[in-house]
């Protein structure tokens, strides 16, 4: 089985694939190492380099076509932008003030900050990913809380039970309006 996991950056993808793979011995790919292992990574706009999405999507279908993969475990937030003969996608969610806390403690510029904030009030990922993967079964899971709570819904989803996580029901829209 292919799942991919996608969401905002510091929503936890990294830290659940890596579980994941750990636990089930199934390969895993991180998608930006995959980009940059494959010169895919083109020049900074602003604070992120830009990457050619399509080639992206042209190489890992490549590579698991070659290496016949049936059974692995993708992760990345490009991921939602690419489409991928999976058969689950988890799009991990985080509550805006957590994943502020998360990407402050990345380091990461204010802007570049506010900027991932958005992207996960937004939506986007889950959106992009309902677009991209129309075979797929789509979840999402919060990943606000501890990381074994978060394992537990994983390993229900893993097992086909995880009717209750199906796409469309996070949002965080009222936390956005409360804060205005
Ligand atoms: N419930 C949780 N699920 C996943 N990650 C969590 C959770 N709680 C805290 N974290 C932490 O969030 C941080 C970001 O995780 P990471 O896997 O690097 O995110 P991503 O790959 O989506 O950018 C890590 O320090 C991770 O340990
Ligand atoms: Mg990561």
Redesign the pocket.
């Known amino acids: 089985m292919i799942v991919v996991l996608t969401?905002t950056?510091?929503?936890?993808?990294?830290?659940?694939a890596e579980e994941i793979s750990r636990r089930t011995d199934l390969p895993l790919i991180k998608i930006n190492e995959f980009a940059k292992e494959n010169k895919l990574l083109g020049k900074f706009d602003g604070d992120a380099r830009e990457v050619d999405i399509a080639k992206l999507g042209r190489l890992l279908r490549a590579e698991i076509k070659k290496m016949k993969m049936k059974n692995l475990v993708l992760?990345g937030h490009l991921a939602c932008e690419i489409k991928i003969p999976a058969k689950m996608v988890i799009v991990?969610r985080t509550r805006p003030g957590v994943l502020r806390r998360?990407l402050a403690a990345r380091k990461y510029a204010k802007s570049k900050i506010d900027e991932n904030l958005m992207v996960e009030m937004l939506d986007y990922c889950t959106i992009k990913a309902e677009k991209n993967y129309k075979r797929a079964s789509i979840f999402e899971v919060e990943?606000s809380?501890?990381?074994g709570?978060?394992m537990k819904k994983i390993w229900k989803i893993l097992a086909g039970k995880g009717g209750k996580f199906k796409s469309g029901r996070i949002g965080w829209g009222r936390e956005l309006y409360a804060s205005l």
């Open positions: 969401g950056p510091g929503t936890g993808k990294t830290r659940i992760e991990t998360r990943t809380g501890k990381f709570e978060t």
